[in-house]
C-alpha cells in the first residue's frame, strides 16, 4: 500500500486550488485508512497529515 507523504499531501493541495475541498475530502479518506495501520510509522505520519489539513482548514 502506497501512502502519500506529508510533503506529497502539501503539494496535492496547492496543486489542486480550484478542487481544494474535493482533494483535502479524498486525502482525509486516506488518511483515515493510515490511522487504523498497525505500522507505528503510517499512523504518525497520518498524523501529522491531520495537523496540516486541519491548519489549512482553519486558514
Request: aromatic content about 6%; hydrophobic content about 35%; proline content about 2%.
Amino acid at each position: 500500500m502506497f501512502e502519500k507523504t506529508l510533503t506529497d499531501l502539501i503539494r496535492g493541495i496547492r496543486t489542486n486550488k480550484k478542487n481544494k475541498q474535493k482533494y483535502i475530502a479524498a486525502c482525509l479518506q486516506e488518511i483515515r485508512q493510515e490511522v487504523k495501520s498497525n505500522d507505528p510509522d503510517v499512523k504518525a505520519v497520518a498524523i501529522s497529515k491531520l495537523t496540516y489539513v486541519r491548519s489549512v482548514k482553519l486558514s
